[in-house]
């Protein structure tokens, strides 16, 4: 809730006398990437425009800014009405302003990414108009760029707007922040095995990473804890489960 200021007479009365009309005033969006690895992929949620402009393409879920909203509030709105999901990890990632960004009028957009377990996702299942893309960036490294988005034959889907930059952007991020953030840990359950972490680690990386030695350093990172439990139902030796020991998880 925004705190109300005390203001004086002066400052009422010039407030009261501003006419806000003579500047041009641009629209204000939030998009948001919802990401998760399934089938050991990053994979993003789109959603298939069925208006112009750009109408047959994929975009990320958006909306426009309400004039009393802030991003934030703006940004969860537009993941519970498109995705269903509230209470996961949302935060800010930039803004995007190229004066010809959208063609309908001056359109800045405030990025967000959010993360959830693939077991959160429902969204994408049964409806025609939302899938879960799997992220493809022809980058190594944080070095960023674009990111495609491909369908289940792994071929590439158009994105509307800006929407590519955006889907690299957020692979950067990801990447950059893999090792000094327990960002990893927001796309697992509450208890996971180091192989499941792993396989989180290499999705963002996109490449595979030694195990012997990505075990050690997670073991040694004290972000993890064991629970004293095992998988169950496995074809294979049960794994230890561990969980998160920072962020809420408990």
Known sequence: MT????????EQAFLSAYDSSQFPHPSVTVDVALVTVDEH??????IRRTEHPDRGKWSLPGGFVGMDESL???????LEAKAGLSGIFLEQLYTFGRPD???RTRVISVAYYALAPTAALDVARGDPAARMATL???????????????DEQNKPLPLAFDHATILGLVVQRLRGKLN??????????KTFALRQLQTIHEAILGRRVNKDSFRRRMLASGLIAPTGAHES????RPAELYRFKRSGRT
Do not use: N, Q
């Open 3 to 10: 705190e109300k200021r005390s203001r004086s007479p002066e």
């Open 41 to 46: 992929r990053l994979r993003a949620l789109l």
């Open 72 to 78: 934030d509030a703006a940004a969860a709105r537009v």
């Open 101 to 103: 960004r959208d063609p």
């Open 136 to 150: 493809d960036v022809s980058w190594s490294g944080e070095r960023g760029g674009p990111a495609r988005a491909l």
């Open 180 to 189: 000094y953030a327990a960002i990893g840990f927001e796309l697992l359950p």
């Open 233 to 236: 139902e496995t074809g294979h």
